[in-house]
């Protein structure tokens, strides 16, 4: 949350509908900038993009994906060769330990094969809610919510939550629109990416000024 926002003004229910209306109107087909072509490269690159950038794992995925092209060749991999192939990305040594042990996890308990169930999911390592729903979200289209620092920087600014932690601002944003949960959690990761961003945030003429409850504290 911003320093100078520490008591923002909820936003009203009505206010919540149209903001979720200017949401689903600015980005109606929304998805991820993740590139894959089937559910494990997806899952993986959910996993690397924590608090690294889609931008980044994009340029990490190809090579990797050659090297080991599905669950049992990850499974089966050197943890440093596995290193090797993500050391531009953050945390990647621990990332690259929960890969193989994702792996062989999916190998021995789903015969190979990626689950498509959020509670299956989060039973991986190093897949925890955020990335499950992501998953789910992305592949299925499941009505779920997941909150990443773009969504919870543009819920505060909104007034559409005052949760400290990401897990209770899911729980608010999900009670507080409902549905379409999955393509209102992209547009807030697109909107808060490219135009609400932490620094800077680029206020003039954006479709959401009238639910801001911030822009006083970006005024020079």
């Given at each position: 949350?911003?320093?100078?926002?520490?008591?923002?003004?909820?936003?009203?229910?009505?206010?919540?509908?149209?903001?979720?209306?200017?949401?689903?109107?600015?980005?109606?087909?929304?998805?991820?900038?993740?590139?894959?072509?089937?559910?494990?490269?997806?899952?993986?690159?959910?996993?690397?993009?924590?608090?690294?950038?889609?931008?980044?794992?994009?340029?990490?995925?190809?090579?990797?994906?050659?090297?080991?092209?599905?669950?049992?060749?990850?499974?089966?991999?050197?943890?440093?060769?596995?290193?090797?192939?993500?050391?531009?990305?953050?945390?990647?040594?621990?990332?690259?330990?929960?890969?193989?042990?994702?792996?062989?996890?999916?190998?021995?308990?789903?015969?190979?094969?990626?689950?498509?169930?959020?509670?299956?999911?989060?039973?991986?390592?190093?897949?925890?809610?955020?990335?499950?729903?992501?998953?789910?979200?992305?592949?299925?289209?499941?009505?779920?919510?997941?909150?990443?620092?773009?969504?919870?920087?543009?819920?505060?600014?909104?007034?559409?939550?005052?949760?400290?932690?990401?897990?209770?601002?899911?729980?608010?944003?999900?009670?507080?629109?409902k549905t379409d949960l999955h393509l209102l959690h992209q547009a807030m990761v697109l909107f808060g990416r490219y135009r609400c961003k932490a620094l800077k945030p680029e206020c003039g003429g954006c479709f959401m000024?009238?639910?801001?409850?911030?822009?006083?504290?970006?005024?020079?």
């Open positions: 949350m911003d320093k100078k926002d520490k008591k923002i003004k909820k936003a009203t229910k009505k206010e919540i509908e149209e903001i979720k209306a200017l949401f689903l109107e600015h980005y109606p087909d929304s998805v991820t900038e993740l590139e894959y072509r089937n559910l494990y490269e997806l899952l993986i690159s959910v996993m690397l993009s924590a608090q690294c950038t889609d931008k980044r794992v994009n340029l990490i995925t190809p090579a990797l994906f050659k090297a080991y092209p599905d669950p049992v060749s990850l499974a089966n991999a050197d943890l440093d060769e596995v290193k090797s192939y993500i050391n531009t990305c953050s945390f990647f040594n621990n990332k690259a330990k929960n890969l193989i042990k994702m792996a062989q996890s999916v190998v021995e308990n789903y015969e190979a094969k990626i689950p498509l169930e959020r509670d299956e999911l989060v039973k991986l390592a190093g897949v925890g809610q955020k990335t499950a729903n992501v998953v789910m979200i992305e592949y299925t289209g499941a009505n779920l919510m997941a909150v990443d620092t773009h969504v919870f920087r543009v819920a505060h600014r909104l007034g559409l939550s005052d949760a400290k932690t990401a897990t209770k601002c899911e729980e608010e944003l999900s009670k507080k629109f000024e009238a639910h801001c409850k911030s822009k006083e504290s970006f005024k020079v």
